[in-house]
């Protein structure tokens, strides 16, 4: 589904021009700003890629700081996950609490 430029910004961003079809605007900041592909210095093939996935530079920087701080909190939700699970076991038989001390000190350790 071709998505709509905003009416209230009908030129592109970069040359002023409101013509031409190969375009993208930013899926973050979204409705401000679009750009022609050739604008940017796309490819065809890099726009087709990009046209429903692209973020302007501000934005671009924005991500780049926020997808390893998501990448570490998925990695700690991981070891949260087996800590409960093996909790969950040694609570189950008799809680054994020194063997589980020692296994949640490897998962986190390394
Ligand atoms: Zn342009
Ligand atoms: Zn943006």
């Known amino acids: 589904m071709p998505k709509q430029r905003s009416e209230s910004n009908e030129k592109c961003a970069l ?32 726009y087709k890629v990009l046209q429903d996935l692209w973020f302007c530079k501000t934005c671009n920087d924005k991500v780049r700081k926020i997808i390893p701080f998501l ?14 699970t093996i909790m969950e076991n040694y609570m189950g038989k008799n809680g054994q609490i020194i063997k589980l001390k020692s296994n949640i000190a490897k998962i986190s350790g390394d």
Not at 15 to 31: N, P, Q, V
């Open 15 to 46: 040359c002023s021009k409101a013509t031409g079809d190969s375009w993208l605007s930013c899926e973050i900041c979204g409705d401000c700003d679009w750009y022609h592909a050739k604008c940017l210095q796309l490819s065809d093939e890099a």
């Open 71 to 84: 990448a570490g909190l998925q990695v700690r939700m991981t070891v949260t996950e087996k800590t409960i």
